[in-house]
C-alpha cells in the first residue's frame, strides 16, 4: 500500500508542476503527458554494467609488482591453454588508460548508445586507503561525456590478496586486509558521499545506489541482520545530514534463499548477484580435470538464482547477467593445463559464449524483471570489461561489437536513430545513422549477419527471417512504392580474420549514399579462425562463402526492402576489397554486379604473382591455411586449383568482358621509379597489374590514387555508376 502511494504522490506532483506552466483546456494534455512519463519510468528497465578499474598505473600496483603496473600486460602475453578461448584477446578500441578522460569518453560513447545505463565501479576502500579509484575520479568523473552515463559505486568487500599471477602452490600474499569494524564502513560513507552529489550518479527511490560484494559476509562481520540493519540507517543519517534522501543500500552475492532473507532482514534496499558464472557444470568440470565448460550452462543456472533469490528475499532482486567467465590470463603461462593445484584464479573456463547466447540470457532477464511482482526495474551485466576474469561486452578481435548489439537489441539503443561504433583499425569512433533493419541474421553463425540502411529509413515488410530494426524503426515515411533503390554491399576488412560489418571507410561514405537515394548493406562473416574451427578448406572460403551467401540474402529480400536487383555494387576495404572483386568476377558475374569499387584489394591470390608483382609480398597463407608466405609459395602447385578459383586476377583472365562490371580501384600514392612498397599487403602495384590485365582484355577497369582522405572517391563513383 506504501509503495502504491507513494507512486500516486510522485504523479500528483507531475500533475500539479504540469498545472503551474499551463492554463485552460491545456492542463488536461499537460497532465496527460506528466501521466505518460510517469508510466514509462515505471516500465524502464535500467541496465547497469560492472566496470572494473585495473588498467592504469596507480601507487599500489607500482608497490605491490613493479612501476606501470595494470592488467593489461597480462592481456597482451596471455597463452592459449584450450581451443576456443578468446586468446590472445585485443579491445578493439585499443588499450585504454583507465584514468585518462578522453579514452574513458570512448567507453562512455559506446556503452551508452547500446542501452547501458549506469556504470557500477568496483570501490576498494581498506580503513581509510583506497586503490585503483584515480578510474573514477580522475578518468570517468572528468570525462567530456559522463552526463550520457550514471555511475555508483560497489564496495569490494574482501581482503585484497595477490591472484595475480602467484605461484598456485605458495601461501597467497596479503596486499590490502579489511578491517571489517562498522566505523570502517561509515568512514567509507563519509568519503564516498561526495560521489552521491554528483549528478549523474545512479539514484534509486531518489537515494543514491551504493552495493556491498559479499553482503552476507558484512552482515556476519557487523553481528547479524539486526545490527546491520542498525548500522545501515546510521549510514543513511550520514547522507541525510548531507540533504540527500538517504542511500539506498544493496546487498551483493546472496548464496541461498536463505542468504537472500538475511540480506532482507538486515535492511538492505535490494539484493543482488555480481555474476552467476559457478554453475554445477563449472564445478563438476573443475573435479573431473577437464577445467571447461559450454556457455550455454549458464542460462537455467541463471533462470534458478533469480527465482530462488527473488523468491527469498522480501526486498526487490536485480538479476545478474554473466556476460562469460575465464580467468586463466591472470594464472602463470608457465603454469601447465590441466591445472596441477586448483584455486582462484587456477579454475574452470567457460567456452562458447557468443553474442546470439548472451542475447538470449538478457531476453530471459528482462521477461523476468517484467514478471517480478517486487518490479526491481534494473539488471546487472558482468561485466563491461573485466578482461581477465573474462567478464567483457567491450568490443573486441573475437566478437567486434556483438554484445553491444545484443544489449541493444533488446533494450534498444540511445539514441535510436544513431549508431556509434569503434573502428578496428584506427581506433577511432564513429556514429551514423542507425540501421533501418539490424543485425539479420543470413545464417546460422553468430557472425553471419548484415546490417540494411534504406534510403530515408524507408522501409518495405518486415524480412521474414530475423530480427526488425531495434533503432526505433524507419527514419522516415516514405512509401513502399516509390522508385526502388540501388545497393551498396559493403564487405570489411581486416585479413579476414578481424573487422566489423561497418567500419571507418564505410563510416565516411555512408550518409553520402543514403542522402543520393542509395541503400547500404554492412556484411558480417566468418574469420578465418571461425571457419577453421567449422572445417573450411582453404579457411577463407568460409569468409568468401559467407559474403556471397549475404549477396543472395540481400536479393532474395530485394522485394521486402524496395531494392534494384539489375543495380548492385560491392565496395569494401583491404581482404573486403578481394572479396567485392571475387564476387563481382566469379563465374562470369553470374551475380549480375553492376559496379566494383575495391579500396587497396589484394588483386591477386597467387603467391608467385604476387612475388612477381610485389618482391616483398608477405600476406595471404594463412587464408590458404599456410603457417607464412614462405610455406604457401612451396606448397603453390598443391593449392592451384583454390587459387583459380580465388584469385581476382585469375577470374578476371576467364571472364568474358561483356559481363564484367564496371571497376573502380583505389589505392594510396603511386610508387616512384624503384620505390619497394612499404605496405605490400597494399601496395598501388595490386591497382596497376589488374588495370594492365583488364586493359588487356577490354574489361573496363580505371586506378584512383590518394590517401584515406580519397576513399571516398570510390564511393562517389560507385554511387553515380548505379544511378546511370
Same mark, same amino acid.
Given at each position: ?34 501521466? *505518460? ?33 595494470? !592488467? ?56 581509510? !586507503? ?6 573514477? !575520479?580522475? *578518468? ?27 605461484? +598456485? ?38 537515494? +543514491? ?262 533503432? *526505433? ?84 529480400? &530485394? ?113 616512384? +621509379? ?37 576513399? *571516398? ?5 560507385? &554511387? ?5
Amino acid at each position: 500500500m506504501g509503495k502504491n502511494v507513494l507512486k500516486q504522490s510522485h504523479v500528483c506532483a507531475l500533475i500539479a508542476a504540469a498545472a503551474r506552466k499551463m492554463k485552460g483546456g491545456l492542463f488536461v494534455c499537460a497532465a496527460l503527458a506528466a501521466l *505518460g512519463a510517469w508510466a514509462d519510468a515505471e516500465k524502464k528497465i535500467e541496465v547497469a554494467c560492472v566496470y572494473y578499474p585495473h588498467w592504469h598505473e596507480y601507487p599500489k600496483g607500482n608497490e605491490w609488482f613493479h612501476k606501470g603496473f595494470n !592488467e593489461w600486460e597480462f592481456v597482451k602475453d596471455a597463452k592459449l591453454r584450450v581451443p576456443g578461448q578468446k586468446v590472445p584477446l585485443r579491445p578493439l578500441y585499443g588499450f585504454l588508460d583507465g584514468k585518462d578522460p578522453a579514452d574513458v569518453a570512448k567507453e562512455i560513447d559506446l556503452a551508452s548508445n547500446a542501452g547501458i545505463d549506469v556504470f557500477l565501479f568496483d570501490w576498494y576502500w581498506y580503513g581509510g !586507503e583506497m586503490t585503483m579509484q584515480e578510474s573514477l !575520479e580522475q *578518468g570517468f568523473l572528468r570525462a567530456p561525456n559522463r552526463m550520457k552515463m550514471k555511475f555508483c559505486l560497489m564496495w569490494c568487500y574482501h581482503d585484497r590478496v595477490d591472484s595475480f599471477r602467484d605461484d +598456485p602452490r605458495a601461501p597467497k600474499r596479503m596486499l590490502m586486509k579489511l578491517p571489517r569494524t562498522p566505523e570502517d564502513f561509515l568512514n567509507n560513507i563519509r568519503y564516498s558521499k561526495k560521489f552521491f552529489h554528483e549528478p549523474n550518479h545512479w539514484m534509486r527511490d531518489g537515494k +543514491p545506489f551504493f552495493s556491498i560484494y559479499s553482503a552476507p559476509r558484512f552482515v556476519q562481520d557487523m553481528g547479524g541482520p539486526e545490527k546491520t540493519r542498525q548500522l545501515l540507517d546510521e549510514a543513511r543519517k550520514i547522507a541525510i545530514a548531507d540533504g540527500l534522501a538517504g542511500i539506498y543500500f544493496q546487498g551483493m552475492n546472496p548464496w541461498s534463499e536463505k542468504a537472500a532473507k538475511m540480506l532482507s532482514d538486515a535492511g538492505f534496499d535490494c539484493i543482488g548477484s555480481y555474476n552467476l558464472a559457478t554453475c554445477p557444470a563449472a564445478v563438476a568440470c573443475e573435479k573431473d580435470g577437464t577445467f571447461t565448460f559450454d556457455y550455454s550452462e549458464m542460462l537455467p543456472w541463471h533462470q534458478k538464482c533469480w527465482k530462488e533469490y527473488s523468491t527469498g528475499a522480501t526486498v526487490p532482486y536485480i538479476p545478474a547477467v554473466t556476460a562469460g567467465r575465464d580467468v586463466t590470463m591472470r594464472c602463470r603461462n608457465e603454469e601447465p593445463f590441466p591445472w596441477r593445484t586448483v584455486r582462484y584464479p587456477y579454475g574452470y573456463i567457460c567456452l562458447g559464449n557468443t553474442p546470439d547466447k548472451f542475447q538470449s540470457l538478457l531476453e530471459s532477464a528482462k521477461k523476468h524483471v517484467e514478471a517480478d511482482p517486487k518490479a526491481p526495474r534494473a539488471i546487472l551485466i558482468y561485466g563491461w570489461n573485466e578482461y581477465t576474469e573474462g567478464g567483457y561486452i567491450a568490443p573486441n578481435n573475437f566478437d567486434a561489437d556483438g554484445f553491444l548489439r545484443a544489449v541493444a537489441a533488446v533494450f534498444g539503443r540511445k539514441p535510436a536513430s544513431e549508431y556509434t561504433y569503434v573502428n578496428p583499425s584506427t581506433k577511432q569512433l564513429f556514429t551514423i545513422p542507425s540501421a533501418t533493419y539490424e543485425n539479420i541474421p543470413y545464417g546460422p553463425h553468430p557472425k553471419q549477419k548484415i546490417d540494411v540502411f534504406l534510403p530515408g529509413g524507408r522501409a518495405g515488410a518486415r524480412p521474414s527471417r530475423g530480427r526488425a530494426s531495434i533503432s *526505433g524503426g524507419p527514419r522516415s515515411c516514405a512509401a513502399v512504392g516509390s522508385a526502388r533503390a540501388p545497393v551498396v554491399i559493403y564487405l570489411h576488412g581486416g585479413g579476414w580474420s578481424v573487422g566489423a560489418m561497418e567500419d571507418h571507410i564505410l563510416g565516411s561514405a555512408i550518409r553520402m549514399l543514403l542522402d543520393r537515394g542509395i541503400a547500404v548493406v554492412g556484411t558480417g562473416y566468418r574469420y578465418i579462425r571461425d571457419a577453421h574451427a567449422d572445417g573450411v578448406k582453404p579457411p577463407v572460403m568460409g569468409c568468401l562463402d559467407d559474403c556471397e551467401n549475404a549477396l543472395r540474402f540481400v536479393k532474395a529480400h &530485394a522485394d521486402e526492402w524496395n531494392l534494384d536487383v539489375s543495380r548492385i555494387g560491392l565496395a569494401g576495404g583491404s581482404a573486403g576489397a578481394c572479396t567485392a572483386l571475387y564476387l563481382a568476377l566469379k563465374d562470369g558475374n553470374m551475380h549480375g554486379i553492376r559496379a566494383v569499387a575495391p579500396i587497396i584489394a589484394q588483386t591477386s591470390m597467387d603467391p608467385q604473382e604476387m612475388k612477381e608483382w610485389i618482391p616483398n609480398s608477405r600476406y595471404g597463407a594463412h587464408a590458404f591455411g599456410y603457417r607464412n608466405f614462405a610455406d604457401w609459395l612451396a606448397h603453390r602447385a598443391e593449392c592451384l586449383a583454390d587459387i583459380e578459383r580465388i584469385s581476382p586476377a585469375a577470374l578476371a583472365r576467364k571472364i568474358n568482358p561483356a559481363r564484367a562490371p564496371q571497376i573502380f580501384l583505389q589505392y594510396g600514392a603511386p610508387l616512384k +621509379p624503384g620505390e619497394i612498397a612499404k605496405d605490400p599487403t597494399h601496395s598501388p602495384v595490386f591497382g596497376e597489374k589488374f588495370r594492365e590485365l583488364c586493359a588487356g582484355r577490354g574489361i573496363p577497369c580505371k586506378v584512383n590514387y590518394g590517401g584515406k582522405a580519397y576513399f *571516398g572517391d570510390a564511393f562517389t563513383w560507385l &554511387a553515380s555508376e548505379l544511378q546511370r
